[in-house]
């Protein structure tokens, strides 16, 4: 059986590559003539990134040293309806879904367990202090977002606790000039259907978008439907001191959580309000505030709810004051205060709380002839009066004028979820004692340019080593899964990718990550930290059809095979055609075209072959 799931991927793979690599001569073909200043559809490059909020980051990812993934949700086809499915372009990214739209999904970056990656909407925290397993049920519709910033490596020195394996910013942006609508629906089998709003209105002092979504299904086996909503307005104020922007955000997703846990027909609901200002002070300093409520409300047995019923809710918050100064053209130096908290009520976990504070501070210098060297460190006050220290460096070094050379160190750290501390029933049982994570994450690297700017190649080798790592183990089958500490837990892995300008049209992605963790400790049954994908590969091909008709129809395909510790390898294969001009846009979704069973979680099936199709309507008025 391994064989032939292995060599189906390999045959996927090969086949997609001759189709995609066929395409692209006859598009290049036909492209001869066309005008210079046509603009590729696909992700843009790092360097091309402009600034879409107000706030003054503790570090510029995309003039920094480190590795660091861009992903523009709007330059890519319809073919993309949650922040799960975007993030499944990065290969170094494991994503592990219960569902599909981002509907219950684990994320980790490198290797790391799911509560290991910190997400920010706007540099701002959004992760749940009750599980990682909430980190990704974000209040905001992906039709607000217009740029998704990956850090890999630890982050902890700019964003705190939680970034470990890494962070991903999402980013938000103000609409263009006069009105802005775009319109989206659809449908599918597994009675899935998907409504998708976002309405701008841009005047010189004033911004407003309104975004909103909704995602149902009837579900691809009993008690798996599902419904994801969200419901998004942000408002931009132009004003003397600088840009005041508010954001007010809310979801609301009910879903069958059949086999989620365990072998019951289990029922979910989770709510999200989440709500921030940033105010420019000037053009280098921005105060932030935000606020985050979420309710997670788990039902063992859908019919018999008395049974047994969780209901937690949190609340967490964070301001910050951040500043970055400019001392001549190649060093800047960001420092800021931050403070954050959170709690929880739970009939499960009981009432909680904490607080913590930090400052850190950055100097960037860059084009130092051929060297460039960024320096940060963090200092972080917990509840109780404990204290982190984070430090980073890096450095890259021009070796000549197509190749660059880069390497760095990072201090990360992560607090326990409530769950960790106070969960207890009769399969899982929390740990009040645990200690908090703390890392150290290395890696070296390059990138090869060459000068006519077609083809961009990077490959990092990277390690992180762990000391008081947090995972769910046990001895024996029969017992619970108890919360421990794990020492000396290390990962060490590379990641390789490769970005083809095949011609003004047509982009090619190819991606792989490897890594391997050392040996468990003796006779222990681990449930996360050494469940991991060991190999993920990744084929990505947007461009135009071929032909008169074609030119305005863009396409993308991607096949995603990967393999898990311990599991068969198993193939993803997605295609996507959307017509990109006019006000009508119609477009056809063919996701898991290979039709593969799999599972991201042991024990929770994934649906087969899902076509969606549907209308956009795209109008503006300046």
Known sequence: MKIRTVGLAIYVLCAVLYTGM??????????????????????????????????????????????????????????????????????????????????????????????????????????????????????????????????????????????????????????????????RTGAGNYGSLEEHLRVGYAAPKFQEQVTGSRDTSDGFIADRNYSSNALASETWLKWKPGTTDVLLAASDRPYGANLFYGPYDSWERTKGWFASIQQELGPRTAASFGYRR???????????PAIYENNHVTTSYEGAVRRADSFGANTTLSYGLEADGDSIHSNNLGVHARNQGAGYANLSMRALKRFSLSLGAREEVLSGGTQVFSPSAAASFMATHMIRLRGAVGHGFRLPTYVDLY??????????????????????????????????????????????????????????????????????????????????????QLSYTALQAG??????????????????????????????????????????????????????????????EGAIRPYVRLLNLSNTGYQEIMGVPLQGRTIMGGMEWNWRRK
């Open 22 to 183: 066929g395409v692209c001569q006859q598009s290049a073909d036909s492209q001869k003539s066309q005008p210079q200043n046509e603009q590729t559809p696909a992700r843009p490059h790092t360097e091309d990134s402009i600034r879409v909020t107000t706030t003054v980051e503790p570090l510029p990812l995309a003039e920094s040293d480190r590795s660091v993934e861009e992903i523009a949700p709007r330059e890519m086809p319809a073919g993309t309806d949650s922040v799960v499915d975007l993030l499944r372009t990065d290969a170094s990214l494991n994503v592990q879904a219960r569902a599909a739209e981002g509907v219950q999904a684990d994320l980790s970056l490198r290797g790391t367990t799911f509560e290991q990656s910190l997400i920010l909407v706007n540099g701002l925290r959004v992760n749940d202090p009750e599980t990682g397993h909430l980190n990704l049920d974000i209040a905001i519709p992906l039709d607000a977002v217009t740029r998704v910033d990956i850090l890999h490596g630890s982050g902890s020195t700019f964003y705190g606790s939680d970034a470990i394996g890494g962070a991903v910013n999402l980013l938000t942006g103000a609409p263009d000039a006069g009105w802005s609508v775009v319109a």
């Open 294 to 304: 979420h309710s997670d409300l788990f039902v063992l047995f859908a019919d018999q």
């Open 423 to 508: 969960y207890s029933d009769p399969t899982t049982i929390g740990n009040p004692n645990l200690k908090p994570e703390s890392s150290w994450n290395y890696e070296g690297g390059l990138d090869w340019t060459p000068a006519n700017g077609r083809l961009t190649l990077s490959a990092v080798g990277f390690r992180l080593e762990q000391q008081n790592a947090i995972d769910y183990s046990k001895t024996q089958l029969t017992m619970p899964w108890q919360a421990v500490n794990v020492q000396n837990l290390n990962l060490t892995g590379a990641e390789a990718s490769a970005q083809i300008r095949v011609s003004a049209t047509q982009q090619v």
């Open 519 to 580: 040996p468990a400790p003796g006779g222990i049954i681990s449930e996360y930290a050494y469940n991991y994908a060991a190999q993920n590969a990744i084929f990505g091909w947007t461009g135009r059809v071929p032909g008169a008709w074609g030119k305005q129809i863009t396409a993308h395909t991607q096949v995603n095979v990967v393999q898990r510790t311990g599991q068969t390898a198993y193939p993803l294969w997605d295609v996507t055609l959307a017509r990109n």
